[in-house]
């Protein structure tokens, strides 16, 4: 008798013990898609991929996003580089949401006159994890430029592509 309520106790706790474990989050997400760009200001459209790498800063406070964006237009190429500083928040386990806010530097060529400049950018990012694991999923991120140079150019954007989660 004594072997049988220890052979149960013995699956009992094993059993308690996976279904406990945690699955371990990602050490940074991949961010790979494409982004059509339009200026608000009368600069014209561009199209481009995109690029970006997602860390967690802060557990449930802050994440850090840098990313890299070549945009081509009509007579224009245009390198956009940018670190947005977000706070995430968990709307289920299969859906994520943050706003975020950060620098941003272009890198442009417009008629061959080449111009470099610093500007602000917010954006939100949708993440959608269709399996729950954050190993890959698609995203969604509306953003909008504000260039400090000269011409103050507006522009309107959403990046959308695949997720990947790096281990």
């Known amino acids: 008798m004594t072997k049988l309520v220890l052979a149960a106790s013995l699956a009992f706790w094993t059993a308690n013990a996976r279904a406990q474990s945690v699955e371990k989050e990602p050490a ?10 339009r200026s608000v200001t009368g600069g014209g459209s561009s199209f ?4 970006a790498v997602e860390v967690t800063s802060i557990e449930n406070w802050l994440e850090l996003e840098a990313g890299v964006t070549p945009l081509f237009g009509r007579h224009s190429t245009e390198w956009d580089t940018d670190l947005l500083f977000k706070k995430p928040w968990t709307l289920s ?3 994520e949401f943050m706003a975020g806010v950060g620098p941003e530097w272009i890198h442009a060529r417009h008629y061959n006159e080449v111009t470099n400049s610093v500007c602000g950018e917010v954006a939100l990012d949708f993440m959608f994890w269709p399996k729950g694991k954050h190993k ?4 969604a991120e509306p953003a909008y430029d504000y260039d400090f140079g000269r011409g103050h150019d507006q522009s309107v954007s959403i990046s959308i ?5 790096v281990p």
């Open 28 to 37: 940074a997400i991949l961010e790979i898609g494409a982004v059509p760009n």
């Open 48 to 51: 481009g991929p995109t690029i």
């Open 93 to 95: 386990r299969k859906v």
């Open 136 to 139: 890959f999923g698609w995203y």
């Open 161 to 165: 592509g695949l997720l990947i989660g």
